[in-house]
């Protein structure tokens, strides 16, 4: 047996079916003015990134935009904006779960079929259960099927405004007043199909398990796939107002001297919603657990890796 398992090699499968040639394209385009009064800058980024991984990479999106215009010898004001979205999806094969494969342990079968790889359960553990009662009766295991199941992905806006101005109030002294104000939002969306094993999984775990009689009692999540989401906004300002003084008096003496104050808030709200099950997409339709959300009542005793009652359940 171990003779045969030395003739199997999974990297061309690999190669083929989860990595990719990395590759990035970034195109920026820039313009400038120059004029008596006034000088002016923008550019515009666009970015896309191909990860090593098929399924992970990101489109980012970006435009930076700044103007100074004096408006006399003794006053200029200056202007700034920035904008960027950034849309990632990272729902590829990670090194980890590459690293945990065998190298005899194959992704599809010689008819196109997905094989099974080791995860959590063995055969022996699984042959041991009355699968057929459980939510679900298939508890098998492969990476690429799992990579194919699931939907990561994440969006970045974020936004910066800049402006100030510049004062020369007598010669030597000199006001610079600086406002900054940010915006920012990231949103995350997990979804598991319920063609993943961790879905499969999740919903076998949380049932009532009784390894003496080897019976199913309750079942405390319902069937169905899994849409994990969270979401941060972010608001920041900072003012800033400086004076500053310089003077040199003959050859051997000078003032130098320095005065200011700022005022600056950071802010950063984050939600994280409640998981949601049972949910297909295409249908936009999901199910409330029968027992609800997180209950400090209601208690499931799941299986552990060898099929035994975790000691004094979880909470649901």
């Known amino acids: 047996g171990l003779d045969s398992l030395r003739t199997i090699n999974n990297q061309p499968q690999i190669n083929d079916l989860l990595l990719r040639r990395a590759m990035l394209d970034q195109y920026n385009v820039d313009f400038s003015m120059l004029g008596e009064k006034s000088k002016s800058y923008a550019s515009l980024l666009f970015e896309d990134n191909k990860t090593r991984y098929q399924g992970s990479g990101y489109n980012r999106y970006g435009m930076d935009f700044s103007n100074e215009y004096k408006f006399t010898e003794f006053l200029t004001f200056n202007f700034g904006l920035y904008l960027q979205y950034k849309k990632q999806t990272s729902s590829g094969a990670t090194p980890t779960e590459l690293?945990?494969?065998?190298?005899?342990?194959?992704?599809l079968n010689p008819d196109g079929t997905?094989?099974?790889?080791?995860?959590?359960?063995?055969r022996a553990v699984l042959a041991g259960l009355p699968l057929n009662d459980f939510p679900y009766n298939d508890l098998s295991y492969n990476l690429l099927r799992e990579v194919r199941g699931r939907n990561f992905n994440t969006?970045?806006?974020?936004?910066?405004?800049?402006?100030?101005?510049?004062?020369r109030i007598i010669p030597g002294l000199n006001l610079d007043s600086k406002l900054q104000y940010e915006r920012g939002k990231t949103e995350t969306e997990n979804y598991f199909s319920e063609d993943?094993?961790?879905a499969r999984n999740l919903v076998n775990q949380n049932v009532e398990y009784f390894s003496n009689t080897q019976t199913v009692g309750r079942q405390f999540v319902?069937?169905?796939?899994?849409n994990q989401s969270n979401s941060s906004n972010?608001?920041?300002?900072?003012?800033?107002n400086q004076l500053t003084f310089v003077k040199d008096f003959g050859s051997k003496h000078s003032i130098n001297a320095i005065a200011g104050m700022e005022i600056s808030q950071y802010r950063d709200d984050s939600r994280?919603?409640?998981w949601l099950y049972g949910y297909y997409p295409d249908k936009l339709q999901t199910t409330v657990p029968p027992y609800g959300y997180r209950s400090s009542i209601e208690k499931f005793v799941g299986l552990d890796r060898w099929g035994t009652e975790l000691?004094?359940?979880?909470?649901?």
């Open 222 to 226: 319902p069937k169905g796939g899994i």
């Open 272 to 274: 994280v919603n409640p």
């Open 311 to 316: 000691p004094g359940g979880n909470t649901v």
């Open 234 to 240: 972010l608001a920041s300002y900072v003012f800033r």
């Open 114 to 122: 997905y094989s099974v790889n080791l995860n959590t359960y063995n």
């Open 99 to 107: 690293r945990s494969l065998s190298p005899y342990e194959t992704l």
């Open 196 to 198: 993943t094993f961790y």
């Open 155 to 167: 969006e970045d806006y974020n936004a910066r405004f800049q402006a100030g101005i510049n004062v």
